[in-house]
């Protein structure tokens, strides 16, 4: 049976996660790190993307992604079929290194934008791997509060959703509690006080 097609038009943006075949390994050591990151520049360079965040975990990946005029399938298509190559040749595996097809969420609004982002970044603290997102090594965070430079990743539209200074706001949000709602101002999102501030544009 035939599987139905992914939703894509020009400037798509997706979530998109890859997991290991049964759940195993993707990454064994900070080379297989920076190898991925190093394809996924590549597959940058052939197939234009705009990348907003992203986090590497041992066995699977989360990047924040808007499509220009590639759909995500050849995207995707490309960047886990390099890997994947590279690791069955480093480690002399064989077979699938990916379990099944990469999964997407496509994000229809600046607030899905923003807490998809929050969710990414907060992954390595919810798997207990650091107390501090900014603490992990293999994430676009440290790009979003401390203006550290990753070439792969723009996190300046994201943070242009927040108000001056958009970094340290951002912060505030990723330390906020899920009863923090978000609510909208003069185009900007802010912090509400907890449970009474609708979310959503006004």
């Known amino acids: 049976m035939a599987r139905p097609a992914r939703n894509w038009f020009e400037g798509a943006k997706y979530h998109v996660t890859s997991r290991g075949v049964r759940r195993s390994a993707l990454f064994f050591d900070d080379k297989d790190y920076q190898k991925y990151l190093s394809l996924l520049a590549e597959t940058m360079n052939s197939y234009p993307f705009r990348l907003h965040a992203f986090c590497l975990m041992t066995n699977h990946t989360h990047l924040q992604i808007e499509t220009m005029e590639t759909p995500l399938s050849t995207i995707m298509k490309y960047l886990n079929m390099k890997y994947a190559k590279y690791v069955n ?9 990916f379990e099944k097809r990469y999964g997407a969420e496509l994000l229809d609004s600046p607030e899905y934008e923003i807490d998809v982002s929050k969710y990414i970044h907060l992954n390595p603290v919810a798997a207990g791997m650091v107390s501090a997102p900014e603490d992990y090594r293999w994430s676009s965070y440290r790009a979003f509060i401390y203006g550290e430079k ?3 990743v723009d996190p300046k539209t994201l943070l242009s959703y927040f108000p001056d200074p958009p970094s340290l706001h951002y912060e505030q949000y990723m330390k906020a509690s899920p009863m ?4 909208w101002k003069e185009g900007k999102v802010y912090i509400g006080e907890r449970g009474k501030l609708p979310c959503g544009h006004r």
């Open 89 to 97: 040749k480093k480690y002399d595996f064989s077979g699938h290194v």
């Open 180 to 183: 923090d709602r978000l609510f």
């Open 150 to 152: 990753i070439p792969l």
